[in-house]
């Protein structure tokens, strides 16, 4: 299993410097790969803006997103900035789709929140036959982004295994990751697909001490959950011991690639990382 590291691009108020900081050092690193969130009633960055960005600074990681809210999102004008990051990248983009849960972006952007699923249905058959056309461009890579798709229910899995490259995680304990892997391949072989969809995983960690901030940002990221929003920062990973007994179960699970994406916007939370997982 490879092992990424997110920017810090959801956090609020990270300044515009350190996120473009972050992706620099995390090249040097030993990440495999860096990601960002996707918000849109949020003090946060546009995800694929900051993944130009990062593009600009890193030569090495591969740029994902975990996730973008596809129905948010024109199909054309995603493809086109999908396909211009994946260019200006030279081939680096996984691009993660999902429908999301919050019913005020959908409300900020004017679109129907029951409609979604069908709306990201389509989009992932649009995207592909977008990126094919060869009027859209830019052709500077041949071959297309992979295309990761999230969600927990049947039918997200469904439209996985029917028309993405993989599966992509919102995040938990190995044992939850363990068991969504299971059901995501057996929509693969349901779906009569070769092989086995790529997995990726993620999770959230504060290393510096300063758990009570780490905390309180998932707990209002995550507030439109109701009470789970404690659990899930409870699950804030605040120790190595913690990132490394994660980071094995999630091996032990079959995850392709981990995403840890950082609760403080601090520089020495990248260090720190990189030390565990070197």
């Known amino acids: 299993m490879q092992v990424g590291i997110g920017l810090p691009a959801t956090v609020p108020g990270a300044p515009g410097r350190l996120v473009v900081d972050w992706a620099h050092r995390a090249d040097a690193g030993p990440f495999t790969s860096v990601g960002v969130l996707d918000r849109l009633q949020y003090d946060n960055y546009e995800p694929l803006t900051a993944l130009a960005a990062a593009a600009a600074v890193t030569e090495r990681v591969a740029l994902v997103t975990m996730v973008v809210i596809g129905p948010l999102r024109n199909t054309a004008g995603l493809a086109k900035q999908a396909a211009s990051v994946h260019a200006l990248s030279g081939g680096r983009l996984t691009l993660g789709l999902a429908l999301g849960a919050r019913r005020d972006d959908y409300d900020l952007a004017g679109i129907d929140y029951a409609g979604r699923g069908t709306r990201l249905e389509e989009q992932l058959t649009g995207l592909r036959d977008l990126w094919d056309d060869e009027a859209m461009g830019p052709r500077a890579v041949l071959r297309r982004p992979d295309l990761l798709v999230g969600g927990a229910t049947g039918p997200a899995l469904a439209r996985m295994a029917r028309l993405a490259?993989?599966?992509?995680?919102?995040?938990?304990?190995?044992?939850?990751?363990?068991?969504?892997?299971?059901?995501?391949?057996?929509?693969?072989?349901?779906?009569?697909?070769?092989?086995?969809?790529?997995?990726?995983?993620?999770?959230?960690?504060?290393?510096?001490?300063?758990?009570?901030?780490?905390?309180?940002?998932?707990?209002?990221?995550?507030?439109?959950?109701?009470?789970?929003?404690?659990?899930?920062?409870?699950?804030?990973?605040?120790?190595?011991?913690?990132?490394?007994?994660?980071?094995?179960?999630?091996?032990?699970?079959?995850?392709?690639?981990?995403?840890?994406?950082?609760?403080?916007?601090?520089p020495t939370e990248l260090d720190r990382l990189a030390d565990v997982v070197a």
Do not use: M
């Open 165 to 266: 490259d993989g599966y992509v995680h919102g995040g938990g304990p190995p044992r939850a990751f363990a068991r969504a892997a299971d059901e995501a391949r057996a929509a693969w072989t349901d779906a009569g697909r070769p092989g086995a969809p790529k997995l990726w995983g993620q999770g959230y960690f504060a290393l510096g001490g300063d758990t009570a901030r780490g905390a309180a940002y998932l707990l209002d990221y995550y507030a439109f959950t109701g009470p789970f929003a404690q659990r899930i920062a409870e699950g804030n990973l605040t120790s190595p011991q913690a990132v490394r007994q994660f980071v094995s179960g999630y091996a032990d699970a079959g995850c392709d690639e981990l995403i840890l994406f950082p609760t403080v916007a601090d």
